[in-house]
């Protein structure tokens, strides 16, 4: 079951990474650089740090499929109406927390101390969209606004808080998923956001 | 002679790395960093994912001396004139034939399925490219403009449709190779370019 | 003592970071993570390239709990005074020097020539600089000013020399280093520059 969330989430990070190529005025094959790019950017640069091969996406071709396919939809259906915009961010909520636990797992697996497997974790959740920004030419966004990264971060904590404190692996996996979601979906409806620190005039 | 027209496609991506930098004003040193890029990035990349060491220039040093030689000619002929830039983007055009099936073959002879293939072989021939416009602080014009990777693209499709249709592989291979250069010299005799996509208001 | 010093200068290239993150903007958590591209970036990209694994930082926790209070630190002690940014500055040299020589070294133990060895040297010490200027969103300073990754070079070349010569490895080693601090103290001292290189009018 966990494999067909993440081929969802891989849809969904692809859409995103679709919508930023259409907003920076890119051609159909920059759109769908960028959509494999969000989409599997974190994972690979994961598998590659972890010495992971072959790459998750190279023996499962379903990947490449879904992010054309993703992509290509999200073409189709042109300029977003709010509300489907509202799902997609729900929809990138669950992907955050599936990709964070996901990651996280896969780092432990290797045999990587928690604060590296923390690392992992946040990495395969959140460098797609760190490689999407930077290569559809902004600022990557996400080291500058919302609570995204951080409710990563928070739910992954929360995971290996409860396994040291006893509880069964697979459910502080779920609960950890739960924590970056909840964290991140109060995070947008309540428009909470970690404070940009102090500018400095170093001339 | 692969080999020799290797090193060839590599000088020409050297200079053209070279060329950027002077653009950017870069000093001598991010010259040579970005010629390195320009010429090796994609390949350098291809051999990461697909768990290839030692990766190809840290055995082989010419590249890396055919690389410094470009850059240092290309600084010395100075501003080029319209007709070198004419000689150059042929070259470029064969280079970017060259390295989309080496990259295709070698990702290959790894095991790997055609999709992720075709796509090695687009990253190795592209891959430079989005580096050199990445640090030389440009948006990558590759996602942007002309029928660059979409000419390695169907290069590389025509190359797997001729295998599949019973040809031999090194028939199939010059004639992709063909078919990626005509492709790119007739976008660029007749101005050839993908539609930008629409513009959307995300809010 | 030389994993002191390269704790040492991991803490200095997270400083440098976290005040380029806080100059860009940027929140808690971008400061975190640019921190720790600047510290252990360069290093990260020599161990994929050498094939050297696990990357450092994951096997020894150390380094990422330096990278975190060093960043925190600078955090807390805010807009940096004058005399403070001088301290950083001359230890930022010292950072340079041992990343330099020890990636060098460690490219030669994984039987790789002098040629990419320098590469990697280099590398490792300026590899997190630029990863820092283009995840902030800046053209990366490195390649267009001060004698930077200029002086790495030339400190790993001595090195080199020395060596050929028949000096003991040890002190080819020392002194490569002690050339790597002259040669940036004497830059910044003197405000040596290498000159940015004439612009070209490519259409």
Same mark, same amino acid.
């Given at each position: 079951?966990?494999?067909?969330?993440?081929?969802?989430?891989?849809?969904?990070?692809?859409?995103?990474?679709?919508?930023?190529?259409?907003?920076?005025?890119?051609? /159909?094959? %920059?759109?769908?650089?960028?959509?494999?790019? *969000?989409?599997?950017?974190?994972?690979?640069?994961?598998?590659?740090?972890?010495?992971?091969?072959?790459?998750?996406?190279?023996?499962? *071709?379903?990947? /490449?499929?879904?992010?054309?396919?993703?992509?290509?939809?999200?073409? +189709?259906? %042109?300029?977003?109406?709010?509300?489907?915009?509202?799902?997609?961010?729900?929809?990138?909520?669950? %992907?955050?927390?599936?990709?964070?636990?996901?990651?996280?797992?896969?780092?432990?697996?290797?045999?990587?101390?928690?604060?590296?497997?923390?690392?992992?974790? *946040?990495?395969?959740?959140?460098?797609?969209?760190?490689?999407?920004?930077?290569?559809?030419?902004?600022?990557?966004?996400?080291?500058?606004?919302?609570?995204?990264? *951080?409710?990563?971060?928070?739910?992954?904590? /929360?995971?290996?808080?409860?396994?040291?404190?006893?509880?069964? +692996?697979?459910?502080?996996?779920?609960?950890? +998923?739960?924590?970056?979601?909840?964290?991140? /979906?109060?995070?947008?409806?309540? %428009?909470?956001?970690?404070?940009?620190?102090?500018?400095?005039?170093?001339?």
């Amino acid at each position: 079951m966990i494999y067909w969330f993440d081929l969802l989430g891989v849809a969904v990070f692809a859409v995103s990474g679709a919508l930023a190529a259409m907003q920076a005025g890119l051609d /159909l094959f %920059g759109l769908l650089v960028i959509a494999a790019m *969000t989409a599997v950017g974190g994972g690979t640069l994961r598998d590659l740090l972890l010495n992971r091969h072959p790459v998750f996406w190279m023996k499962d *071709t379903r990947y /490449l499929l879904v992010i054309v396919a993703s992509a290509l939809a999200a073409l +189709m259906v %042109g300029p977003f109406p709010g509300h489907a915009i509202a799902v997609l961010k729900i929809a990138d909520a669950l %992907g955050l927390a599936l990709f964070a636990l996901c990651g996280t797992e896969i780092a432990e697996e290797h045999g990587v101390k928690p604060m590296p497997a923390l690392l992992m974790g *946040t990495l395969t959740a959140c460098g797609g969209g760190v490689l999407r920004d930077v290569l559809s030419g902004q600022a990557p966004l996400l080291l500058r606004k919302d609570i995204y990264a *951080t409710a990563a971060i928070g739910g992954i904590a /929360l995971y290996f808080a409860l396994k040291a404190m006893g509880l069964p +692996m697979r459910w502080a996996f779920v609960l950890g +998923m739960v924590g970056v979601a909840a964290l991140r /979906l109060a995070a947008l409806y309540f %428009g909470w956001q970690l404070p940009a620190l102090q500018m400095l005039q170093l001339h």
